[in-house]
């Protein structure tokens, strides 16, 4: 049994009575509850980090190679159902990949949902059903076929049994650093009390009441008085230094499981650690090793199970863009975009979509041009104009 995020945050930074503070450090089933908080962490760093970039990108959808947005389109990018938006339906998603290696997706009366749970059959030669298919706390009392669901597997899915077992290895060490810590903070003292006065049966029970629950009292307590009795003298011995360095190694430690998730997942570590230096050339390398052939994936399963190959040979399929995924700053990105317009590599509208803005819905805008710095290749001297078509 583990302990929660939540539990783990009232403990160290909330109000937590005694019993429950015991609870949570000794559960014999968790070494650590710092550790499996610290895991939890570790997954929701670089989901959400995956869902926000994800988020950026569309979902589009074109018929006969040319871009539509109908109600295909509506069902990824707006409304996958009537209790979700796009972007709490791709969340949903992304965690449910990272943290159990696959996500099923149905489709019920035009609308896509999540399965919370299913179980599917084993068969490889003939196709799959799909059988007590839950969404939330319905239960759908039928069998889908393969080519009626939507099963993405994450490649590596494997992933987590392997960063399980490093964060079982690392929670050890972060329970030896967390008790370590807790030492230094802590209030230590040696209590003398005179042999002769413990014969008497009033000192001896004012003694038990200090060593169950007054210095513990007063210890935890920001101001207290510590009430001893004749013959009893206290002596602090604790020397509180105040030094964060053993927070800090801690934290390195919960840092250290973050980095093993990213690096995982394709994401690089300077993307998750808070690193401000060449987040630039990170964030590229992030999207060319993780969003990309996560986009793949999704496109590839989409396309496989809601279009035909008739379809698909006449350009009528979905893919899913990347291409906005990384903010476009406008005067960075001027001279770039300048060239791939003048070489008729883009039209306008091209270029208009890249930065975000709106298409204008003019003929002259879906025009491709050449420069006069370009010409065909057989008549040099002749300007050319490439259009549309």
């Known amino acids: 049994m583990g302990i929660s995020l939540k539990d783990w945050f009232k403990y160290h930074f909330g109000k937590s009575t005694p019993a429950e503070m015991e609870a949570l450090f000794s559960d014999p089933d968790s070494v650590c509850a710092m550790a499996s908080a610290a895991k939890e962490m570790a997954l929701l760093t670089c989901t959400q980090l995956i869902a926000a970039t994800l988020a950026k990108c569309e979902f589009a959808t074109y018929k006969n190679g040319k871009a539509v947005k109908k109600s295909e389109w509506q069902l990824w990018n707006i409304q996958p159902n009537i209790n979700q938006n796009a972007q709490q339906f791709r969340s949903q998603l992304i965690y449910g990949l990272i943290s159990k290696g696959d996500v099923l997706v149905i489709d019920v009366d035009s609308q896509l949902y999540i399965a919370d749970s299913y179980t599917a059959d084993d068969k490889v030669m003939r196709e799959k059903l799909y059988s007590d298919v839950a969404v939330g706390n319905i239960s759908l009392n039928r069998k889908f ?10 490649p590596n899915s494997s992933w987590i049994k392997t960063f399980d077992a490093v964060a079982q290895a690392y929670a050890t060490i972060i329970n030896s650093g967390v008790k370590g810590y807790r030492r230094a903070q802590g209030m230590k003292g040696v209590l003398s009390i005179d042999a002769l006065q413990m014969q008497n049966e009033n000192v001896k029970k004012a003694y038990e009441t200090l060593k169950n629950a007054g210095f513990k009292q007063f210890a935890d307590a920001e101001s207290a008085v510590l009430p001893l009795y004749k013959g009893m003298e206290y002596t602090d011995t604790s020397q509180k230094t105040y030094s964060n360095q053993n927070s800090r190694d801690i934290r390195a430690m919960v840092d250290d499981l973050t980095d093993f998730a990213a690096r995982m997942l394709g994401i690089p570590s300077a993307l998750v650690n808070g690193s401000v230096q060449d987040t630039s050339s990170a964030k590229k390398q992030f999207i060319g090793d993780c969003i990309i052939p996560l986009a ?9 199970k809601r279009y035909d190959d008739s379809d ?17 700053d406008w005067l960075s990105a001027a001279s770039g975009l300048d060239k791939l317009v003048a070489s008729g590599v883009l039209c306008v509208n091209d270029g208009r979509a890249l930065l975000g803005l709106p298409i204008i819905d003019e003929e002259w805008a879906y025009r491709h041009y050449l420069t006069k710095n370009y010409g065909d290749i057989e008549n040099p001297g002749e300007e050319v104009t490439v259009n549309n078509e």
Do not use: Q
């Not at 076929?145 to 994450?154: C, Q, T």
């Not at 793949?296 to 496989?304: N, V, W």
């Not at 698909?312 to 476009?328: C, H, M, S």
């Open 145 to 154: 076929k393969e080519s009626e669901v939507l099963h993405f597997v994450l």
């Open 296 to 304: 793949e994936l999704l496109s590839c399963e989409i396309c496989r």
């Open 312 to 328: 698909i040979g006449r350009g009528t399929l979905l893919k899913v863009d990347t291409t906005k995924a990384i903010y476009v």
